[in-house]
């Protein structure tokens, strides 16, 4: 150490700089970089003599920002190194109250005050948290006894149903509360779920534990860690594992509620996991995914418990969660849900697993997301490497079964991952293997033949080569007497007869045919016959037929078929989803249209290239009937069942069908009546991009005609805001700019929490760029959403802070479209009701006093008497403004105003009255002044009126 003059360390000297440079700092209101400059201190004088102080002036920057818990920390080492210190002890007190950590709070005030008595600062907030310690200890002792009754009717199987089953709903809800929860564990609650659900046999209260022991879990990494010490992993598998769909769900939610406390996940669109967290509990989270994933082939489970586990890996593998994909394929993870894939209820014998209608298209959806993660060559690779792995192993044995299972796992592939499954196909011998059980004697084969034929032709481009190759065969196969295998046939050939795509004038097959595969398709959907997979293929067949104009309106003709079709979306099959949603989907014309330019028209016409041609029947107003036939047969019954799908696809495309439903005014309401607005928050938080915007849009427009008390109740108010905004956006359509600011201003007017909301999620600066537009009806639809903000006491200490608001409010008061300064003017007339200072930034344009011409002279009634108040609320705020208001000819204007007989503008008239009475009180002008000037003032506003008309 190099020691400089008088035997001072360097770095002690540099650490007392680095404090001096960190207050000065912190004197300017610079905290962050006061932190710097503290930590700097802090780095380079480990020995030094002033350490705590560098911890303790680190920790007042920390308070003013906000962060509470490093605040505490940096009290708690400088109280070590200075034990009793009152600045430090009174700094912890404060993040310690903020935290809600009262009792803490209360000690460490209570330290000051035995040390020092006399302390007057502390006075105060020691009577202030005595009291709030002494009302949390009452609390938690009326807690502590309702916790005592509540279990002992709970956990006791001999109570009576009724009461046993409310008490463990009381349960539930003092899990969710800090007090309750706190009691509820030093009372043993989940030894005792533990032990009851070994016995337990009521459901209602086997799903109220488990929610029970989701909400000990909720954001509590410490109490997650607890249960699962005291419960271990498999019992939340157990609880998983049986046929109630209610059960499954709460145990699903609850493993997840698990897996989000240790990583520090929410359910949020945005939330990204906490890399310490992540680290810390490491080996639980690498425990608790390797359970599920091992648990996907478990023979003994049940098919819907199956579904939920994958269902878990699908929220937890991609890199923006927990990012596992890598791990599951180094583990093997491909070849258990390729096992799943090739799953056949056809085979059923003591081995086979238990699986739902929608199993393989979940572990479809599953590997497709973990497809997503092998975002470099070599991974992707890997990837392909273990399905090829899978299909050999299966194939050394080329018998019947092991033939079908292959062409099974291969058709959910194609589904899911398809460019790994099309390089699955690619390989030798396996088009010809599909090819050749096509065309046996054996209707299993033909029926999985048929359906990896339809799969492998989803895209143009790459099926190409199998359909020419495969087309004949489906010829053959739709001629079958078996309806199992006519129905694959039909989708294959409904496949091959919709490559035209919206090209009205391209039909791959002769006139008339694309009409009678239609009609079998119908037939198949309403008379299905033994089959239930049948509707499923009918449905897939149409959407690809439904592409057809003509297809369309035949469809919705038959009010069988549509009922079937929207039956078939109740059952929430997801193997049924994209056949239904697509067809729902070209029915509504929600598909994106590409933009025919009239130039490149001509082009294309000069250069005898084909130009797509539109059919007449996807005018508007046949779609707009379409829309309306769907709405009035449930279909938003249909699309809240298929929306539980993993499938991010799957799941714009319900969004396009329910923005396209509220596109028509009428149908809203039905929208809402049958739980549309939950599913479509939802999906505006977790989608696709064009999901997420197609969700926002339909918001907005329920929004707008829909009472948002009504529309969107409960906290749902809150939760849609965040969408609303983020369609605030310059690449959005100024409609859809449109449509979110009318609903953001019903929403503005429900109450403050609406209005915080909006202020949370920057939305003022949003409505301040709208209010600058040049677009007229963007510019009033914002200016009205500010009209409602204004109410909000932030809002108008907004408005007060050195800035431009009130100026562009006051210069929008002489917009030529009456809606927007109407709206303008109601805002002004309730900040100058409400703030001296907003009066005073009235003055602020440089053509105040022309601005105050046009309100007082407005032909608009409305405006007119909102112009008066804001004089009356000026006048009225201080004499110095009054003096110079009254300064220029509005007095005289005021008097005319008087004059005027119009009924309409009565409120004007008696505000211009009452601006007169205190101009007299203030003595600015004489007792009945106006006898004389009346008259000529009377034409001049009238004068003016007639001037701003013209």
């Given amino acids: ?518 009609e079998a398709c119908r037939r198949f959907l309403v008379k299905p016959g033994k089959d239930k997979d049948i509707r499923k293929f009918a449905a897939e067949g149409l959407a690809y037929l439904t592409l057809d104009a003509e297809v369309k309106e035949k469809l919705v003709e038959d009010r069988a078929a549509i009922k079937g079709l929207i039956e078939l979306a109740k059952t929430g099959d997801q193997s049924a989803l994209y056949g239904v949603v697509t067809t729902l989907v070209n029915l509504v014309n929600a598909y994106d249209k590409q933009e025919m330019v009239p130039e490149l028209i001509e082009l294309a016409k000069f250069a005898k290239h084909h130009i797509p041609e539109e059919h007449e029947l996807d005018d508007p107003d046949f779609v707009s009937a379409r829309i309306i036939v769907l709405a009035n047969e449930g279909v938003t019954s249909g699309l809240v069942a298929l929306c539980k799908t993993e499938s991010d696809n799957s799941k714009e495309m319900i969004a396009r069908v329910f923005n396209a439903l509220c596109s028509e005014q009428e149908v809203r309401g039905k929208v809402v009546q049958q739980g549309g607005v939950k599913v479509l928050l939802a999906l505006a938080l977790n989608c696709t991009a064009n999901g997420k915007r197609h969700a926002a849009q339909a918001l907005s427009r329920i929004g707008i005609t829909i009472n948002p008390e009504v529309a969107f109740q409960g906290q749902r108010n809150l939760e849609v805001i965040r969408p609303l905004i983020k369609q605030l956006h310059p690449d959005y359509t100024s409609l859809e700019n449109f449509e979110a600011l009318m609903a953001l201003c019903n929403l503005a007017a429900m109450n403050e929490s609406t209005r915080q909301r909006i202020l949370k999620e920057q939305g003022m600066n949003n409505l301040e760029a709208y209010m600058a537009e040049e677009h007229t009806m963007l510019r009033r639809a914002a200016t009205q959403v500010l009209c409602n903000m204004v109410q909000s006491p932030d809002v108008v200490e907004l408005m007060e802070k050195p800035n431009d608001r009130v100026k562009l409010l006051a210069l929008l008061c002489e917009e030529e479209d009456e809606d927007t300064a109407l709206a303008a003017s109601g805002a002004l007339a309730y900040l100058t009701a409400v703030s001296e200072i907003c009066c005073e930034k009235m003055f602020e344009p440089s053509s105040w006093l022309e601005i105050f011409h046009t309100l007082v002279a407005n032909p608009s009634a409305g405006v007119q008497h909102r112009g008066m108040v804001i004089i009356r609320n000026i006048i009225k705020a201080s004499q110095k403004l009054a003096s110079r208001l009254f300064d220029t000819d509005l007095l005289q204007m005021l008097f005319g105003v008087t004059q005027l007989n119009d009924e309409q503008r009565a409120p004007a008239i008696e505000c211009a009255r009452e601006c007169l009475k205190v101009a007299e009180e203030y003595r600015l002008i004489q007792e009945n002044a106006d006898a004389d000037m009346a008259p000529d003032v009377f034409k001049q506003q009238e004068a003016t009126i007639e001037e701003i008309d013209n």
């Fill in 1 to 518: 150490m190099v020691a400089t003059e008088g035997n001072v360390p360097a770095d002690v000297d540099e650490a007392t700089t680095f404090k001096e440079r960190g207050n000065a700092e912190f004197k300017e209101d610079c905290w962050e970089t006061a932190i710097k400059w503290y930590s700097k201190a802090i780095a380079v004088g480990e020995k030094h003599k002033d350490l705590p102080v560098f911890y303790k002036n680190r920790a007042a920057a920390y308070l003013k920002l906000e962060k509470y818990e490093n605040a505490h920390k940096d009290c708690t080492v400088s109280l070590e190194h200075c034990p009793n210190d009152p600045k430090a002890l009174f700094r912890r007190f404060q993040a310690l109250e903020a935290m809600e950590r009262f009792e803490e709070a209360y000690k460490d005030l209570r330290t000051i005050h035995t040390y020092d008595p006399n302390n007057k600062t502390i006075k105060p907030h020691l009577e202030r948290l005595h009291s709030i310690v002494q009302e949390r200890a009452r609390q938690r002792a009326q807690t502590s006894n309702k916790v005592t009754q509540m279990f002992e009717i709970a956990f006791d199987i001999g109570a009576p149903k009724d009461k046993r089953e409310q008490a463990m709903g009381n349960i539930v809800v003092l899990s969710r509360e800090h007090a309750g929860v706190e009691v509820m564990m030093k009372e043993g609650l989940v030894t005792r779920v533990g032990k009851l659900l070994k016995v337990e046999k009521n459901n209602e209260i086997i799903v109220n534990a488990i929610r029970a022991v989701d909400g000990v879990c909720l954001k509590s990494p410490e109490r997650t860690k607890q249960v699962i010490n005291e419960l271990g992993i498999p019992w939340f598998l157990q609880m998983l594992d049986c046929n109630v769909e209610e059960r499954v769900a709460a145990s699903q939610h609850c493993m997840q509620t698990v897996l989000n406390s240790i990583s520090g996940l929410e359910n949020k669109d945005d939330s990204k996991p906490n890399e310490t967290l992540v680290k810390e509990n490491q080996q639980i989270i690498e425990t608790l995914l390797t359970c599920l994933l091992y648990s996907v082939t478990d023979r003994t489970i049940t098919g819907m418990a199956r579904d939920s586990i994958m269902e878990l890996l699908i929220r937890n593998v991609h890199y923006k969660t927990l990012n596992w994909a890598e791990r599951l394929v180094e583990l093997k993870g491909l070849l258990r849900l390729m096992d799943v894939c090739s799953e056949l209820e056809e085979y059923k014998y003591e081995s086979a697993m238990n699986i739902t209608p929608s199993s393989r298209t979940i572990a479809a959806v599953c590997l497709a997301r973990i497809y997503e993660n092998m975002y470099y060559d070599a991974a992707r690779e890997r990837f392909t490497e273990q399905i090829g792995e899978f299909v050999k192993d299966k194939l050394l044995t080329p018998d019947h079964e092991s033939k079908v299972r292959v062409t099974v796992a291969i058709t959910s592939l194609l589904l899911g991952p398809f460019d790994a499954g099309n390089a699955i196909v690619s390989r030798e011998g396996i088009l010809q293997m599909i090819l050749a059980m096509a065309q046996s004697d054996n209707l299993l084969e033909q029926k999985v033949a048929c359906e990896c034929l339809i799969a492998a032709a989803s895209k143009k481009d790459k099926a190409k080569g199998l359909v020419q190759t495969g087309a004949e065969i489906l010829k053959k196969l739709y001629a079958s007497k078996n309806e199992e295998i006519r129905v694959r046939a039909l989708v294959g050939l409904c496949k091959i007869g919709s490559a035209g795509g919206l090209d009205a004038s391209i039909r791959p097959f002769a006139d008339g045919s694309t009409k009678k595969l239609a």
